[in-house]
């Protein structure tokens, strides 16, 4: 009897099953809308110039690779608080701001979660209905509790905004609430100025602790549009969790690339709590890895580099409305019926369709067309070259 006899063979991720199912799949015209990652109109993954030039740069000086500091690259660190804060605003200048490197906005999202069980170990947290899969079982795992706030009204195909204001009124104090800050996962629905506003009125009042999860900064409206969210929290005078990715926005999925920020009170806050952060990393993987946030501080570091970074980050933005444009006029076109226009309403990489399970699985078995059961499409994986079969398939279910 070995001691792993009796260990089970837990479920596998719906995604990365999905993966596996379409790598195996024959059919020449199939096309994967699972994942969450942007390819370009040639159906590739970008390398972007900007960081092929910041490694060419990098190459050209070779340098070794000792550790870094447990919170990372100090330069990365800093690039990030001036990207989700603004260089010269009030939290960067006081130094009111506690920013790690991590692995990724995961490695982000895990650093804070255990932080925050040790420092709230009975609070609960809440995460949006329906959410990206992860957050249940990250903050299940950190030892939280999770539950949902209402997030998305299928009938009207958007927010069910009053249920989500009343989920968060119903919130016990302290209580973790993640948010999107943009693009939201799956729904591809996200808040209105407005509505944020009331939102964080409701955190402020209610004295729940807001953790805002940016994956996508840049894939929304702009850099600044979709990075104006943390402002009104600024500026409402909350402390707050921001986790970072640059998986997307770099195209540097594989790097590892984010972090983790924590808004405090005071200078001296923000130390204490970087001290602790510091902990989390040093004893879970010690200290991060030098490439990517290297790239990453070198380009946003520098001014001809970022200028290039959001060029290139703005084309993948249009090139992604573009699509959802074609998605809509290419369904009327294949003769389907219904209004399809919510699809340009929605933002981001992610659609939700609203087709059901079943017509998920036909797409899947009769088209190649794989999406999630959910009926969550990735609309930065169309292209030129498959939007037409992606629009019969669907028009043939719907
Ligand atoms: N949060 C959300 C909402 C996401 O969609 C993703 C990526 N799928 C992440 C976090 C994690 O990003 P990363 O790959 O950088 O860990």
Request: proline content about 4%; overall charge neutral; glycine content about 10%.
């Amino acid at each position: 009897m070995s001691m792993f006899s009796a260990v089970e063979m837990a479920p596998r991720d719906p995604i990365l099953g999905l993966n596996e199912q379409f790598a195996a799949d024959t059919n020449p015209h199939k096309v994967n809308l699972g994942v969450g990652v942007y390819y370009d109109d040639n159906g590739k993954l970008p390398l972007l110039q900007c960081v092929q030039l910041a490694e060419k740069a990098m190459m050209d000086k070779p340098a070794a690779r000792g550790y870094l500091p447990i919170d990372g690259i100090a330069a990365y660190d800093s690039a990030v608080k001036n990207l989700v804060f603004g260089a010269e605003s009030e939290p960067v200048k006081s130094g009111r701001v506690a920013t790690v490197q991590a692995l990724g906005g995961t490695g982000g999202l895990k650093i804070g979660a255990d932080f925050l069980k040790k420092l709230t170990p009975h609070a609960k947290v809440l995460i949006s209905d329906p959410s990206w899969e992860n957050h249940r079982a990250l903050f299940s795992n950190a030892g939280f509790a999770v539950e949902t706030y209402a997030y998305y009204d299928a009938a009207k195909r958007g927010v069910n905004f009053e249920g989500m204001l009343a989920s968060l009124n119903a919130a016990a104090p302290g209580t973790i609430v993640v948010l999107h800050a943009c693009c939201h996962n799956p729904t591809g629905y996200d808040l209105t100025p407005a509505q944020w506003d009331q939102v964080i009125a409701a955190i402020r009042a209610k004295g729940l602790t807001a953790f805002l999860d940016m994956a996508y900064q840049g894939f929304g409206h702009g850099i600044a549009e979709d990075g104006a969210v943390i402002q009104k929290f600024v500026a409402a005078g909350l402390t707050f969790f921001v986790a970072t990715s640059f998986s997307k926005s770099f195209s540097l999925y594989g790097e590892r690339v984010g972090a983790l920020s924590v808004l405090c009170d005071s200078k001296d806050e923000a130390d204490r709590v970087l001290s602790q952060l510091k902990i989390v990393i040093r004893t879970n993987y010690s200290n991060p890895p030098t490439h990517g946030g290297a790239v990453v501080a070198a380009v946003l570091n520098n001014p001809e580099l970022r200028a290039l970074w959001e060029k290139e980050l703005g084309e993948m933005r249009t090139r992604i409305k573009a699509m959802r444009q074609a998605l809509v006029d290419g369904l009327k076109a294949a003769g389907v019926q219904q209004d399809m226009s919510f699809i340009t309403t929605q933002i981001g990489m992610f659609s939700y369709s609203g087709l059901s399970k079943e017509q998920m699985v036909r797409l899947r078995s009769e088209f190649g067309v794989y999406g999630t059961d959910t009926g969550r499409m990735c609309v930065a994986a169309l292209n030129s070259k498959n939007i037409d079969h992606v629009c019969k398939a669907i028009a043939a279910v719907l």
